[in-house]
Structure formats: C-alpha cells, structure tokens
C-alpha cells in the first residue's frame, strides 16, 4: 500500500512553517500515543507514522529533499519508535481570576447632588515581563505604576491651604441657573448647568499651587505584587484599589498587570506540560544507557532503553508546571533526537563498514552517482 503524504498525516497544508509542523505533531502525538491507547494496535500505528512524519518535516534538509521528490527521496524506510505515555494533560490557560469587575459612580446626571456626589477613579494596566521559571514556580516582583491621586497639599479640595471652597454667587450654591424667555406663544422657562462653577454649586477663589485648583496630582507609586506559580502569557491579576483614586470619597480604580512569559532556550510550554528535545549519539541511541535531562527542577537521570528510535517521546511525571486552578503539576514531555555524525576517521569508518556487513546491508563502492543520480539518469533523455 502506498505511503500517505506527510503533509496530510499531520493535517497541515504544504508549505507549513516550524511552528505549525509542531503544534500539529504534538496534538496528534498526545491523541494517539500508545499509553492512552494500550492495547490499541491502530494507535500505536498512527503514533508512529505521525513520528515518521514529523521526524523528517521538522529536519529543515529532509523537508526539502521530500518537498522535491516526495518519499523517494529515502531509501529506506525509518524506523520510529514511542516512549512513555500522556496522562493528564494541563488545561489550557485563560485569565488568572476570570471575569474582572470596575468601575463604580460615573459621576454623570444634571443634579448638583450627582455632580457633587462620590466619583470612582478610573483603572490602570500594565504589561509585566516575567521568565519561564518565574511563571511555572510563582515570584515576587516590584512594579511601578503613575497614578492620579488627591493633592497632599490640599487633600483634594483645591482650595489654598488655609482656605475653603465658596459658594457660587452665580448660583448661589444651586449649580444651576434658571432663565425665562418670553415669547409670542408665552413664556418658556429653561434650566442650565451654571457655567461659573460648572455645576458643583462651589467655587475656589485662592487656587492650591501644587495641583492648580484641580484637587489632584500625578504621583509614581512601587507596588509589590505576588505572581502565583502557573501563571502564563496572557495572564492577568488584578490589584483592586490600585489605581487612580476617586473623587469626592469615592472608590480609586483597580490596577490589572497583564503577564507576558519570555521564552526558554530550552523549554516550551503546552498547558501545564513542558517540552524539550535532547540529542543523542548514534551509539547510545543503539545500545541504550543513561543520559542526563534537564529539567525545572535541575537535572534528572535517565535510562534510555536499547534501539532508541528517532522521535521517541517519554514521559517525567510531575516535571511540568503547577496547575494554577487547583492541584496537581503537569509533566515533562522529552523527544529524542539522534545525532548523526558529519566527520568519521577512517578507523571509524571502517567499524561501521563492518557493522552493515553485519547487518547484511551492501555498499556499491562503484557507484559513484548515488541515490539522486540515479533518479537523474533515470528521467534523462
């Protein structure tokens, strides 16, 4: 039966960049890997031709030789293999608290009692740039933020020290004034707000030097905020009263510190579980042995098994990151990569010359063309 399109096995479009070929294989790579699915015969294939996809489509080289020549560009099937399983999977992340609440009186309407009542201060938000560590263990940081807040000088009132509001003597302390126009049809009586005192009835005749007569001033304030562990791109805590403050009495605005995680030469973050590729030799890969795998937490000892295949993926329970809704940790996901050597001596040429006489595998020294320049006298005129 004829090999499926790489392409179509992981569901994405030719032409697919890195970060797409990715997200499709570790989709499938969960969905299908043989510990969700024991005893599955069907998966445990599907698992592996999703391997054999992704082994060659994320090889910037291979990808191009099968953009050109498709699976002939191989002589030889490779050889996939699976490592430990998935179980469970982080959720996907959202806000840290859901919904946010603000706001409060606007401070809106035509009476003097609305205009002169308590009015909320608005909010604030910022960006906060944390490391992977940081988010996936939680920290303490200091930000600084400028916000509005009632002038020390006068406390908010405006007036010069020493002094006080006065009522309005246009108003006469209403806020608004009243006005009568006659008319041939009569007269029509009208009301505005006054436009001595704006509506608040009051009126500052010696004006505080520090804000101007406005009541405010603009102050730089460090905060510290706690991040919890979890936290992700995206994430948004929320430090109620901690930003602009009201007027009148009323309630100052909240601050929200929008979180953005920098990225991790190492690792990648998938939900709660964290990802990495490590490299292997050809040798240890064939005859098995230990290996050190960084982690979060440092580094962990592991025994990679005899005849390793490229793409296997194993498992480190708990490695991952904290749940931020609940209990519980992720876990460490780790793709085997096997490092082909690009320089051999001539000693080591010659061992592995013997091992494919071993393996009964033959080399047409005369052959001096290749794989692709056969294919090439092939379609020669």
């Known amino acids: ?42 998966a445990e294939a599907k698992f592996k031709e999703i391997n054999e996809a992704y082994e060659v489509l994320s090889d910037p080289d291979k990808k191009s030789k099968y953009d050109q020549f498709g699976h002939a560009a191989f002589d030889q099937t490779q050889g996939f293999g699976g490592g430990a399983g998935f179980n469970d999977f982080g959720d996907i992340f959202g806000d840290i608290f859901g919904d946010f609440f603000g706001g409060g009186f606007s401070g809106g309407g035509n009476t003097r009692a609305q205009r002169n009542g308590p009015k909320a201060g608005s909010d604030l938000k910022i960006k906060l740039d944390i490391t992977f560590e940081e988010a996936a263990f939680g920290t303490k940081k200091e930000i600084k933020i400028n916000r509005i807040e009632k002038c020390h000088v006068c406390d908010g009132t405006g007036a010069k020290k020493g ?3 006065k009522t309005c003597p246009t108003c006469h302390g209403a ?11 009569g007269q029509f009586a009208s009301t505005k707000i006054c436009p001595t005192c704006n509506g608040t009835g009051e009126v500052v005749e010696e004006p505080c030097e520090a804000c101007g007569g406005t009541g405010k001033e603009k102050k730089s304030r460090k905060l510290s905020i706690n991040i919890p562990a979890g936290v992700d791109s995206g994430s948004v805590i929320p430090l109620r009263g901690e930003g602009n403050h009201g007027e009148r009495g009323g309630p100052a605005g ?18 709660n579980d964290v990802w990495c590729e490590i490299p292997i030799s050809f040798t240890k890969a064939t005859l098995g042995g ?17 005849g390793t295949q490229p793409g296997t993926v194993f498992r ?3 490695k991952g990151i904290k749940n931020l809704r609940g209990a519980g940790k992720g876990d460490q996901y780790v793709r085997i990569k096997i490092e082909v050597p690009r320089k051999l001596t001539d000693k080591q040429k010659s061992i592995l010359e013997q091992y494919a006489a071993e393996m009964g595998e033959t080399q047409d020294k005369d052959d001096k063309k290749g794989f692709f320049g056969k294919i090439k006298d092939t379609f020669k005129d």
């Open 175 to 185: 806020g608004s004034i009243k006005t009568v126009q006659r008319t041939p049809f």
């Open 1 to 42: 039966m004829a090999k499926r399109d790489y392409y179509e096995i992981l569901g994405i479009e030719k032409g697919a960049d890195d970060k797409e070929i990715k997200a499709a294989f570790r989709k499938l790579a969960k969905q299908y890997h043989p510990d969700l699915n024991p005893d599955n015969k069907e």
């Open 316 to 318: 480190l329970k708990n």
């Open 163 to 165: 002094t006080s509001k």
């Open 254 to 271: 909240d601050l929200y510190v929008y979180i953005n995680v920098k990225e991790h030469e190492l690792f990648e973050r998938d939900g």
């Open 290 to 306: 230990s290996i050190q795998v960084p982690t979060l937490e440092g580094k962990v000892k592991y025994e990679v098994p005899e």
